[in-house]
């Protein structure tokens, strides 16, 4: 089983950037395809980027491409979700996940059974 840990969390201006690392212990992260998902106050959690076991493949909700760029370094077991010309409506908690199924970009977040504690992300105009 894997555990996640987010970081890089904080406040920014609308325009601003931020970096947000997933860091996973366990059994070799490499066998696992991640992906970023984020709630709002009040909303469902929604889908944001999700990226392949390998780094070879990626896939972004629509709201946040060509803004974000998800990568990952399989030696260091970390995810990390680069998050430019942010907006207001970005604010919220972002959690990373994981899953196990091959050749998956999964976007509910309900076919990853592993998550993190989630990271506060707020955008101010």
């Known amino acids: 089983q894997v555990q996640l840990v987010e970081s890089g969390g904080g406040s920014v201006q609308a325009g601003g950037s931020l970096r947000l690392s997933c860091a996973a212990s366990g059994p070799t992260f490499s066998t696992y395809a991640a992906g970023w998902f984020r709630q709002a106050p009040g909303k469902e959690r929604e889908f944001v980027a999700a990226?392949?076991?390998?780094?070879?493949?990626?896939n972004y909700a629509d709201s946040v491409k060509g803004r974000f760029t998800i990568s990952r370094d399989n030696a260091k077991n970390t995810v990390y979700p680069q998050m430019n010309s942010l907006k207001p409506e970005d604010t919220a908690v972002y959690y990373c996940a994981a899953h196990s199924i091959p050749r998956a970009l999964l976007v509910s977040p309900r076919g990853y059974p592993y998550w993190g504690q989630g990271t506060q992300v707020t955008v101010s105009s």
């Open positions: 990226i392949a076991r390998g780094g070879d493949s990626t």
